[in-house]
């Protein structure tokens, strides 16, 4: 599973992940001459709406440098523990109405349960918190210097801290090959095709490495002979470990 598109955004420790949305309220009235609706905001579009939030932070933070949005991690949810307890009674019910069991629902004090801890969450609703990883870039030269960060929102999406994870530079030649290496794009060849399981494969040992040296001096020159490599394995259309060294130790 790819570290980046499924759980490279996720804190390297894991807090309960919650990710839900909200369907708009449609309200019939009887005899009117329209529908009328009142539209609710989807999860999606709030979590769209963080994002714009974070880079109109960014830019206005930095107004002097080109900024360049990358790409945005799943959406961590932090929940107070009424939630916690609302969400594991619901799964509760889920499960007796999946397996048919509604006699057994009904004697179970599920459903009680459930309607003493709602008024619960809803008075610790403004404990909700949101954050997000932001990878994004400022571009100056010969160079382009690489950022990943994390924002926390809370319950009324306002940005509440910005924290900066690492950070690294990369040559802007390498640009569109740094593109291949954080989205999983193809990229021993040129043409517009689909990544492969090797080159995936490949992928993945090169971040697990990254993630390790978080933090670490290291990490720098890493990125670049990462994308060094890549480089490699373009000029000869190739990953095989065997073949890349033959060409770069023929290289020089």
Request: overall charge negative; some cysteine; hydrophobic content about 35%.
């Amino acid at each position: 599973m790819s570290p980046f598109i499924h759980n490279y955004f996720l804190r390297y420790f894991h807090p309960l992940v919650i990710q839900f949305g909200l369907s708009g309220l449609l309200l019939i009235f009887s005899g009117a001459c329209a529908t009328q609706y009142t539209p609710i905001e989807t999860f999606q579009e709030r979590d769209e709406n963080r994002h714009k939030k974070t880079e109109a932070y960014i830019k206005e933070k930095f107004p002097g440098k080109e900024y360049k949005s990358l790409a945005f991690g799943k959406t961590i949810v932090y929940k107070p523990s009424s939630f916690e307890i609302l969400d594991s009674l619901f799964t509760v019910r889920e499960e007796y109405i999946d397996k048919g069991e509604i006699r057994e629902l009904k004697t179970s004090g599920v459903e009680e349960m459930i309607a003493a801890y709602k008024p619960v969450a809803e008075r610790d609703a403004h404990l909700v918190q949101y954050e997000h990883e932001h990878i994004y870039k400022f571009v100056k030269g010969s160079n382009h210097s690489v950022h990943h960060d994390y924002f926390l929102f809370n319950s009324k999406d306002s940005l509440l801290t910005h924290t900066p994870l690492y950070s690294y530079e990369i040559p802007a030649k390498w640009s569109e090959l740094h593109n291949s290496y954080i989205f999983e794009f193809h990229f021993i060849t040129d043409r517009d095709l689909y990544i492969s399981g090797r080159e995936r494969d490949f992928l993945d040992f090169f971040k697990s490495r990254e993630q390790a040296l978080i933090g670490e001096d290291e990490l720098q020159d890493f990125m670049v002979h990462t994308l060094k490599i890549m480089n490699y394995a373009r000029q000869i259309n190739s990953i095989d470990y065997s073949e890349l060294t033959k060409y770069i130790a023929a290289s020089g």
